[in-house]
């Protein structure tokens, strides 16, 4: 595609911390590059807004390779943008033309409060991990890699979940602002494997209640979180944990 | 686990609406097929029936010992499915205190499976009116002509159907209260599975085909039943 350069409009919220009430900013931003990442396009206007002695605006980001789930932008009405999974890191300028308008916003739950501006606490998916996201691993020498027979498809399924990078675009997306489908896919990751069997049931259910405790809203499987993740976590995964949690609710 | 846990919690909840849900979706299986009774009398079957076989058909749902017993857990399942919908519309709401300036809407959720909560209010309503039409008439109240087949004396509820249904405001609001069930039909059955846990791969597409075909049959014979009255396409022909 052939480079080009855009002149846009972007009205972006502001909030200097989680008691300040918000509101959004118009900002102009000139010779844009579409070769530049939209994150790039941010840097660009908070070098501008440095230089201008004006209060930069704060953003999430750290691999900006799309495999960290730090970047968390909410632009024009998409989590991570207009791209079909992909992460706000990995969008790109071509994604827009000279004269466009863009609305940014920070992900929008009470579980993930606004640190400032663009930045949310995502602490509430650590919690959810510390719950039961781990497997036991004795010491000692290292077991042989071949020496438990895994079944190819639930490898690959497992996989598939673990490919879950916890950026919650699921939350952000969700009208009930549900967390099922990360859950969904850490319950199913280690479900799915032998390694994960031993806190199987306790798993499940720690998991969910902590989920619960964080204030995340309850699924209504309306498929937005799944069209919006950028590591394509299948709905399937939510069906996996209420699966999980019913037979791990009826023994324990 | 404490049972109490279980059913508080968020996935134990849906769990419940999952359920009382597909009891009621298999209500629904016997309630379309009696009052398809109805369509006996069409032309192109018996004109003769004159309700006959739907009287009979509603007589032996009123009379019968084992469904009158059930018509209490019915009852109960309506109770615990609207009770447990509105608990969770509340919780789902209070998740998110401020909202979007730019909403998501359509690009990657159907309309219909975001408004659940509304479309369920409808149905409520449209319950309300239409147990007042005919179930509180039938159980409570002398109001309803007899008629007798046999020897057997029941209920005229054809009767009684047909003077319902000849009032156009009654049959719009029929229509009304049926497509909203149609649309709450085509995310719900599927989304009753998926909250109690069926997610076998090998089932997904049989269940999704399954819930819009059960959607579409069930809420056309109930739309056809006001408007197969309205229109005389059904009726006393003698």
């Given at each position: ?77 998409r989590p991570h943008g207009p791209w079909h999974a992909n ?42 991990i510390q719950a039961g996201g781990y497997i036991s691993v ?115 | ?238």
């Open positions: 595609m052939e480079h080009y350069t855009m002149s846009l409009t972007l009205k972006v919220w502001k909030q200097q911390n989680s008691q300040d009430k918000g509101r959004f900013e118009t900002y102009q931003v000139k010779d844009i590059s579409s070769e530049m990442s939209f994150l790039e396009m941010f840097d660009v206007l908070n070098e501008q807004l440095i230089r201008e002695g004006k209060d930069p605006i704060a953003f999430d980001h750290d691999c900006r390779e799309g495999i960290c789930g730090t970047c968390s932008m909410y632009i024009d009405g992460t706000t890191c990995q969008l790109h300028m071509r994604a827009y033309k000279d004269g466009d308008t863009i609305v940014v916003e920070p992900w929008r739950a009470n579980a993930f409060p606004v640190i400032k501006d663009l930045v949310v606490d995502r602490s509430a998916f650590d919690r959810i004795n010491t000692g020498n290292a077991v042989d890699a071949n020496a438990l027979p895994v079944d190819k498809d639930k490898a690959d399924a497992s996989f598939a979940a673990a490919a879950c990078i916890g950026c919650g675009a699921c939350v952000a997306a969700c009208k009930n602002s549900s967390a099922l489908l990360f859950v969904g896919a850490k319950v199913s990751h280690l479900a799915l494997l032998p390694q994960g069997d031993p806190e199987r049931k306790n798993r499940v259910l720690n998991m969910v209640a902590q989920m619960d405790r964080e204030g995340f809203g309850a699924c209504t499987a309306t498929g937005a979180c799944e069209a919006v993740c950028p590591k394509e976590i299948s709905l399937s995964n939510i069906s996996r944990l209420n699966k999980e949690y019913l037979a791990a609710g009826l023994e324990k | 686990m404490k049972w109490s846990d279980f059913f508080t919690s968020s996935v134990g909840k849906k769990f419940v609406m999952g359920l009382t849900g597909l009891f009621l979706i298999s209500f629904l299986i016997i309630h379309v097929g009696v009052n398809a009774c109805m369509f006996a009398d069409l032309s192109i079957f018996n004109p003769a029936d004159d309700g006959t076989m739907f009287n009979i058909a509603a007589h032996f749902m009123g009379s019968m010992v084992v469904i009158r017993l059930l018509e209490y857990v019915l009852f109960l399942g309506i109770i615990l499915h609207i009770v447990q919908g509105y608990v969770l519309e509340a919780k789902n709401r209070g998740s998110r205190s401020v909202g979007y300036d730019v909403k998501m809407g359509n690009r990657g959720s159907k309309w219909y499976s975001r408004s659940m909560g509304l479309l369920g209010t409808l149905i409520l309503l449209f319950l309300v009116i239409h147990l007042a039409h005919f179930w509180v008439k039938a159980r409570f109240t002398e109001s309803l002509e007899p008629v007798s087949y046999r020897g057997v004396e029941m209920h005229n509820m054809f009767k009684e159907m047909l003077i319902v249904f000849k009032e156009p405001l009654v049959v719009v609001i029929y229509v009304l209260g049926c497509i909203s069930l149609a649309y709450h039909l085509a995310h719900g059955f599927q989304s009753a599975f998926r909250s109690i846990g069926v997610h076998n791969k090998k089932y997904n597409l049989m269940l999704t085909s399954l819930g819009y075909g059960f959607t579409i049959i069930v809420t056309l014979l109930f739309i056809l039943m006001p408007i197969a009255v309205y229109f005389d396409w059904v009726g006393y022909h003698n």
